[in-house]
């Protein structure tokens, strides 16, 4: 669903395009005119920006277009991409580990038309060592006389943290098919990715690892860091401030440790809370429970920890938790009813059952 004012837009900052006629437009990696989701690094020399994260987002408004493409790579071990144009997804393709052009012209895309383009990671970082499974960006390349227009986005921000269920792990699979990656994972078809759409808000970061948790594999450790794996790349919180921080993790720990669970799942609250001390208007931090497979499991101690976080607190942060409904989640984890990809994660339509069920809930403490 695209909801911008377009043709406001165009009128607001027609003075401020810029159209290059007789020879493809070459947008670099640094160009105010490119607007980035998610947790970007600048190369040592200055020619690219690095990316591991799920869901990484990076889009430009254009008019005057007939063709689009762009210079990038896909780390060692390849990422799979997908484009979306005007918020209408294409098919996705695998981007490899040479640095090489791909062309990205979607459907749709019409030279009278203002569009809005965005080019998205949607798998993870599957070399998981370092920076040597993350992704680069070098360009945008434009069709001649294409003109391009600045960034305006005053959406509400969302940051989502979690585990398979968020990164898309096999999103695009069935209950016959294999978990590769190349062909299953796609953050975008995620129950993350649709509440954000449903909301109208702006997915500003997506931080989420599949198989981890708050206790046994504790997804803690990654969170400051710029490449998922890289703990020499740390992240400067300021940069992207959300108005809520989303959370659907404890699937992939033993809840069945109730205390040290409900430590450390506060763990993670209190290290929201440091991370975001500095904005006068804090982050909602809002608990979801209904993940895949054994996602029930740890939700009465999820509530509980909501509970306690909130009591006697003076410095404005507030969490909120809610759930998806247990019948919805019993049929929706039933593997010949259609709502489960590989590997018993859901598929788009099990995704859209969860966010379906929650959405009134998160509406009320995004915008409370």
Excluded at 52 to 57: E, K
Excluded at 251 to 267: I, L, M, V
Excluded at 303 to 311: I, R
Excluded at 324 to 335: A, F, G, H, Q, Y
Aim: include cysteine; glycine fraction near 6%; aromatic fraction near 10%.
């Amino acid at each position: 669903m695209f909801h911008y004012s377009q043709t406001l837009l165009v009128l607001l900052v027609l003075s401020c395009v810029v159209n290059v006629f007789g020879q493809d437009m070459s947008v670099p990696y640094s160009s105010n005119f490119i607007n980035y989701l998610g947790r970007f690094l600048p190369s040592p020399d200055s020619t690219y920006f690095s990316f591991s994260w799920t869901h990484s987002t990076i889009s430009i408004n254009a008019t005057n277009i007939t063709t689009i493409s762009a210079t990038l790579s896909g780390g060692k071990s390849s990422s799979r991409f997908l484009v979306v144009l005007d918020g209408e997804p294409q098919e996705p393709f695998v981007v490899g580990p040479e640095v090489d052009t791909y062309p990205l012209t979607p459907k749709g895309l019409s030279r009278d038309a203002f569009h809005t383009i965005s080019l998205i990671k949607i798998s993870e970082d599957q070399t998981q060592h370092k920076s040597k499974g993350a992704s680069r960006f070098y360009s945008f390349v434009l069709s001649p006389g294409s003109k391009i227009l600045p960034w305006l986005d005053e959406r509400p921000s969302l940051h989502f943290i979690g585990d398979s269920d968020t990164a898309g792990w096999c999103s695009d699979g069935s209950p016959s098919t294999s978990d590769d990656f190349t062909t299953t994972q796609n953050s975008h078809t995620t129950w993350s990715s649709q509440l954000s759409e449903s909301l109208n808000a702006s997915l500003s970061q997506v931080t989420a690892v599949s198989g981890l948790g708050v206790l046994d594999s504790p997804i803690q450790p990654y969170l400051d860091n710029v490449l998922t794996y890289d703990s020499s790349t740390p992240y400067d919180w300021t940069t992207s401030p959300p108005s809520s921080v989303i959370i659907l993790l404890g699937p992939n720990d033993d809840s069945s440790k109730s205390s040290k669970f409900k430590n450390a799942y506060r763990n993670l609250l209190d290290i929201l809370v440091d991370r975001y001390s500095y904005m006068p208007n804090p982050p909602n931090i809002i608990s979801v429970c209904g993940g895949s497979i054994n996602g029930l499991d740890p939700c009465q101690l999820i509530e509980s920890v909501t509970s306690d976080f909130n009591l006697k607190r003076s410095d404005r942060f507030k969490a909120y938790y809610t759930s998806i409904k247990t019948s919805t989640w019993k049929e929706i984890n039933k593997l010949k009813n259609g709502y489960v990809g590989c590997d018993e994660h859901y598929n788009s339509k099990g995704h859209e059952a969860l966010m379906s069920d929650i959405l009134d809930d998160v509406v009320r403490f995004v915008y409370s």
